[in-house]
């Protein structure tokens, strides 16, 4: 069992940053792959942005290739997303998962982030 906690979201004007972090707890962390999927009003759930178990691996959607990195410190079960050059268009509520295997298994609470232009 993983439970998922994800912080760091907020309101940023356009241009600006934020990072997230999606905290893990169990003893079995560095066994996942990590994802960071966001959701806006209206809209279906899409995939920004994973991370293999080593970390060695990473997977970026077009909307955030150049923009986004994500990143995780296995001895602080911790998964990050830093978010530069944000836009309007990144305003969603950011969701981490875990995975073994092909499906996601774990979801967090998820975290909104506002960016006005």
């Known amino acids: 069992q993983v439970q998922l906690v994800e912080s760091g979201g907020g309101l940023v004007q356009a241009g600006g940053s934020l990072r997230l972090s999606c905290a893990a707890s169990?003893?079995?962390?560095?066994?996942?792959?990590m994802g960071w999927f966001r959701q806006a009003p209206g809209k279906e759930r899409e995939l920004v942005s994973t991370i293999s178990w080593s970390g060695g691996s990473t997977y970026y959607a077009d909307s955030a290739k150049g923009r986004f990195t994500i990143s995780r410190d296995n001895a602080k079960n911790t998964v990050y997303l830093q978010m530069n050059s944000l836009e309007p268009e990144d305003t969603a509520v950011y969701y981490c998962?875990?995975?073994?295997?092909?499906?996601?298994?774990?979801w967090g609470q998820g975290t909104q982030v506002t960016v006005s232009s």
């Open positions: 169990g003893r079995t962390f560095s066994s996942y792959g």
């Open positions: 998962a875990a995975r073994m295997g092909s499906f996601w298994n774990y």
